[in-house]
């Protein structure tokens, strides 16, 4: 079989997947279009649509992240070629790492110690207790159910959220649109990790906005279509005095980079981080898609992707 890899180090990634499929002929962009042509499989992130184009008789598609709305919406993708997305591949860790860090950024103060120190400010708040702190995770898929696992193992409650039901052990389950609406309503931290569909896309808009509790908190290592930014920062509100928002850590966005002139960067309520959250580790990525690869090879693809879905 033969591999076109494409993603930012693609020849660190070519020479590595050549060492885990001796069977295969690994390739990038920069072999001879005559190869890229010929290539059996595309093993991808972010491809470009020339690139996309170029093999002639494609017959899976491997995307290096867990993600797959940028290869859904890109014009050059062939129709009826199965994908078959990274599951979690070691990023579901770090991004629990991400959550945690901005979970306890908020329930012990962090901001507002940060604020006094501008001040210089000596003052010291009582401490809510993680019992009553409780965090709402949407979107249970790989990513999520297993940081929402990271966040209950800290002592937090957790309230999960998915579109059609669930059951995972110690987190309380809610579906469906007035199960979303129950959550909202319980949670001091929201998190978001859904993915970007039709039916995700501003998800959180100023009516969700208004359901959290008073001084809830937002992170989003997910995807910047969730969020309407104009109800955010409504709710975040001038940055002096804390809205009904208190504050929201932000690695995601609906342009990436963030456009320089995004009230976001500057927003003295609000942390950007540079898509940094969910980084995927090399070694286990690349087990995943030799797995993926030899699959296909077998004729027995793994769950693939549904389009239509989004996810
Ligand atoms: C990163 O954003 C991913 O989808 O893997």
């Avoid at 494409?6 to 020849?11: F, L, Y």
């Avoid at 001040?119 to 401490?127: P, T, Y």
């Avoid at 019992?131 to 990271?150: C, F, K």
Wanted: proline content about 7%; glycine content about 10%; charged content about 25%.
């Amino acid at each position: 079989m033969k591999v076109l890899v494409h993603i930012d180090d693609a020849e660190q990634w070519r020479d590595a997947l050549a060492r885990r499929l001796p069977e295969a002929e690994v390739i990038t962009g920069s072999a001879p279009a005559e190869q890229r042509r010929q290539a059996d499989y595309l093993a991808a992130w972010k491809p470009p649509e020339a690139l996309l184009r170029e093999p002639e008789a494609l017959k899976g598609i491997v995307n290096l992240g867990a993600g797959v709305d940028a290869l859904l919406n890109n014009p050059g993708l062939p129709e009826g070629v199965p994908i078959v997305k990274l599951r979690d591949a070691g990023m579901a860790s770090l991004i629990g790492d991400y959550v945690r860090y901005g979970v306890l950024h908020f329930q012990r103060d962090f901001d507002r110690y940060r604020r006094q120190q501008h001040a210089g400010e000596w003052r010291e708040h009582a401490v809510v207790d993680k019992a009553d702190w409780p965090v709402g995770v949407l979107g249970l898929g790989a990513i999520g159910a297993r940081v929402a696992n990271m966040v209950a193992a800290d002592g937090f409650p957790v309230h999960g959220w998915s579109r059609s039901e669930k059951a995972l052990e110690g987190i309380t389950c809610h579906h469906g649109d007035d199960g979303l609406d129950d959550l909202l309503a319980r949670v001091r931290t929201l998190v978001l990790l859904l993915p970007d569909t039709r039916a995700t896309r501003q998800i959180i808009d100023a009516r969700a906005l208004a359901r959290l509790p008073e001084g809830a908190s937002l992170i989003n290592p997910g995807r910047g279509t969730l969020i309407d930014e104009a109800a955010l920062l409504e709710a975040l509100g001038d940055g002096d005095s804390e809205g009904r928002l208190r504050g929201a850590l932000l690695d995601a966005f609906p342009e990436e980079p963030l456009p320089e002139a995004s009230p976001l960067w500057v927003h003295p309520r609000v942390w950007v981080t540079p898509h940094m959250a969910g980084p995927t580790p090399l070694g286990d990525a690349l087990d995943q898609v030799a797995e993926a690869l030899r699959a296909f090879e077998a004729g027995e693809p793994q769950a693939t992707v549904d389009p239509a879905a989004g996810y």
